[in-house]
């Protein structure tokens, strides 16, 4: 039988979806792509799921996309990357991106190409210490893609997006997040313990709140100061009108830690 190309287990309200393809270094096929979008669609749809966790089995986390899949190709038409950007890597990115809930990435080892991109889509990134992350594509002759050129000018400016971008050198964990490109840098053998307590304890925040910062957060890049004064206005008017802020402000009142139920 052969292995799943995504793992899903859901525990105490996280998700945890690991890439299964170690021998590749967790490249995404079609397979893997078909796999992350059926499970992010049900964890989407399943409001009991509050939190998720995106990690790589094996040494890697993942090496962008599966190039054994192009070089099946030669020899006919030359392959439409701009499909496959449109069918499979922007509409992972954008659901990751909207998801109505919290994505910790525990990037484990060697990220590359689009699997860097994937990391920079979520939420928080842990990286374990050995971890590195390559900007490949300039490497194999393509544009850094999947949300690549929106995300890295904006985590560690133009001169270091520019030099990642047409270099494509590796870059440590340390450096990553010495750059702003992750949160925190983990020892490797804490690393998946660390992600799983952060996305636990994301699973017992407000997940409202957390849907309506991703939000804003998300619409940041766009707009002026009053416009998104006036967005925080709308998320605020929204975020107080759930249980769970009633909850928080009752808890703190009565000194007590909250008990969020993500509504
Ligand atoms: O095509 C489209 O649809 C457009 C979208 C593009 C998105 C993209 O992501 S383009 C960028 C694609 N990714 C790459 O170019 C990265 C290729 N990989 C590497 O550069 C290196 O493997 C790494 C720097 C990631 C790690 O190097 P290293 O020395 O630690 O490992 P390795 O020996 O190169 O790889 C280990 C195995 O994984 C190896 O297989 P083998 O020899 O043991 O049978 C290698 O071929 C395989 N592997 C690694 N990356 C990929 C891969 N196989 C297929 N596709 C990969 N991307």
């Known amino acids: 039988m052969t292995e799943p190309a995504v793992l899903c287990a859901v525990e105490g309200g996280v998700a945890e979806l690991t ?3 170690p021998d590749r270094l967790n490249a995404l096929d079609e397979a893997a792509h078909a796999a992350l979008a059926h499970h992010l669609a049900r964890i989407a749809a399943d409001s009991s799921i509050r939190a998720v966790l995106l990690t790589g089995a094996g040494r890697g986390f993942c090496a962008g996309q599966d190039l054994s899949e192009r070089l099946a190709r030669e020899g006919s038409d030359a392959p439409d990357l701009g499909d496959t950007l449109e069918r499979l890597y922007n509409p992972l990115v954008r659901s990751l991106r909207t998801l109505d809930k919290p994505v910790v990435c525990a990037v484990n080892g060697v990220a ?3 699997g860097v991109s994937l990391a920079l889509a979520c939420d928080i990134v842990l ?3 050995s971890a590195s992350f ?3 594509f300039a490497r194999i002759g393509l544009v850094p893609d999947s949300g690549a050129t929106w995300f890295l000018p904006r985590l560690v400016g133009e001169a270091r997006a520019r030099a990642l971008a047409l270099l494509g050198e590796k870059v440590s964990a340390e450096q990553a997040c010495a ?3 992750v949160w925190k840098v983990v020892d490797d053998q804490r690393l998946l313990d660390e992600a799983r307590t952060l996305a636990r304890l994301l699973a017992t925040g407000p997940t409202r709140a957390f849907a309506l910062t991703k939000r804003a957060l998300a619409a ?10 006036a967005l925080e206005r709308d998320l605020q008017r929204e975020a107080g009108q759930t249980a769970d802020y009633r909850e928080g ?3 703190f009142l009565e000194k007590r830690p909250a008990r969020f139920e993500g509504r």
């Open 19 to 21: 890439l299964n393809r």
């Open 112 to 114: 590359a190409g689009a």
């Open 127 to 129: 990286a374990a210490r």
């Open 134 to 136: 390559v900007l490949a």
């Open 179 to 181: 750059w702003g490109l």
């Open 220 to 229: 940041t890049w766009d707009q002026p100061l009053d416009s998104q004064l």
């Open 249 to 251: 402000v009752r808890a």
